[in-house]
């Protein structure tokens, strides 16, 4: 029942910034793990950033890879059910097809998350 759409993919240049949205319906929880997972052209999959909740300090937590940090900021709406990817200092590099991912687990199992459609992401140089 839980469904993910994500947008506001594009072309942009290097150096620019781009916003995606990942807007979540159905049965769904702002207790979920939701983020985002992106894949290149010959390449696999792989995890980008996600934000999680901690039942104990009543806050999100945020966890990015290593090659965004700095540059990528993941942030929810105050309901919970859409998540933001604004994505700043943009490199060819980051050109991929940018999913959103949600699970119910502190950290997003590929294998057993909800996936949206993707989204396309062009930086040119």
């Known amino acids: 029942q839980v469904q993910l759409v994500e947008s506001g993919g594009g072309l942009v240049q290097a150096g620019g910034s781009l916003r995606l949205s990942c807007a979540a319906s159905?049965?769904?929880?702002?207790?979920?793990?939701m983020g985002w997972f992106r894949q290149a052209p010959g390449k696999e999959r792989e995890f980008v950033a996600a934000?999680?909740?901690?039942?104990?300090?009543?806050?999100?937590?945020?966890d990015y890879t290593d090659s965004v940090k700095g540059r990528f900021t993941i942030y929810r709406s105050n309901a919970g059910n859409t998540v933001y990817l604004q994505m700043n200092l943009l490199k060819p590099e980051d050109t991929a097809i940018y999913y959103c991912?949600?699970?119910?687990?502190?950290?997003?199992?590929?294998?057993?998350?909800?996936w949206g459609q993707g989204t396309l992401v062009t930086v040119s140089s």
């Open positions: 934000t999680r909740w901690s039942g104990r300090s009543n806050t999100y937590y945020a």
């Open positions: 159905g049965r769904t929880f702002n207790s979920y793990t």
């Open positions: 991912a949600a699970d119910r687990s502190p950290k997003i199992i590929a294998s057993l998350a909800v």
